[in-house]
């Protein structure tokens, strides 16, 4: 089975802190994602990577940060935490390459993170 | 824009009845649809995935059906359980892209 493993189930952390969420995959793919969950707006797509080193925004990038310096882990950076970034973070892996992929994304079991 | 969206935000069944959870999708490029299962605490479980050159297709107990010509997607699960209890959530992907687009998901309340 793919695991998808986030360093922390809860965070708490004060306004102007950079906060660092990270994840680990365990099966060798290629993607990696990272959302957030909010009530009522469903997951919405931070930041992703194809390939070690590449990222590319996705609908809410602002604010945040991302590294992938390993192929296994993705981390997402809150530069300057705010209490609107107080959320639900989910990481997701899937093989494949960049255009073709039509594999699930698999999910960690998230960070609820709390800016206070 | 495009969206992706669901029918009806909750629904509650008795156990042992069939569910049916559906959603709509706008994107005629899409090609690729997953059906999720979000329990409480945790983080979505895939379920079921259908490609847009399929119709229909059955795994244990669920059952994805994809309509493209009105854009509609259902996810059939049979004789409900108490464990079936989640947020499920639908995803579709254009082809032209790797990221998914998810719906904001319908809560399914099994009654024993």
């Known amino acids: 089975d793919v695991k998808v493993t986030q360093s922390s189930r809860y965070l708490v952390k004060r306004t102007g802190e950079k906060v660092f969420l990270e994840c680990v995959q365990d099966?060798?793919?290629?993607?990696m994602f990272w959302y957030r969950q909010d009530p009522g707006l469903g997951l919405r797509l931070i930041y992703f990577s194809y390939d070690v080193k590449m990222k590319e925004k996705g609908d809410i990038p602002e604010g945040y940060s991302v590294s992938r310096e390993k192929k296994e882990r993705f981390s997402l950076i809150l530069e300057s935490a705010s209490t609107n970034q107080t959320s639900m973070y989910l990481c997701?892996?899937?093989?494949?390459?960049?255009?073709?992929?039509?594999?699930?994304?698999?999910f960690g079991d998230g960070t609820r993170l709390s800016i206070l | 824009g495009e969206s992706v969206g669901l029918h009806l935000p909750t629904l509650s069944v008795q156990e042992g009845d069939n569910s049916i959870i559906n959603c709509a999708y706008s994107n005629s490029a899409s090609d690729y649809f997953i059906w999720y299962k979000q329990e409480s605490g945790k983080g979505p479980q895939f379920i079921i995935d259908i490609r847009s050159n399929m119709d229909k297709r059955q795994g244990q107990r669920v059952t994805v059906l994809l309509n493209k010509t009105v854009k509609h997607l259902s996810l059939q699960i049979a004789a409900t359980q108490p464990g079936d209890s989640a947020v499920y959530f639908c995803?579709?992907?254009?082809?032209?892209?790797?990221?998914?687009?998810f719906g904001a998901g319908t809560r399914l309340t099994v009654k024993p």
């Open positions: 995803a579709e992907k254009d082809r032209g892209n790797n990221d998914m687009r």
């Open positions: 099966m060798d793919h290629e993607n």
């Open positions: 997701a892996s899937s093989p494949g390459n960049r255009i073709y992929s039509n594999q699930p994304q698999h």
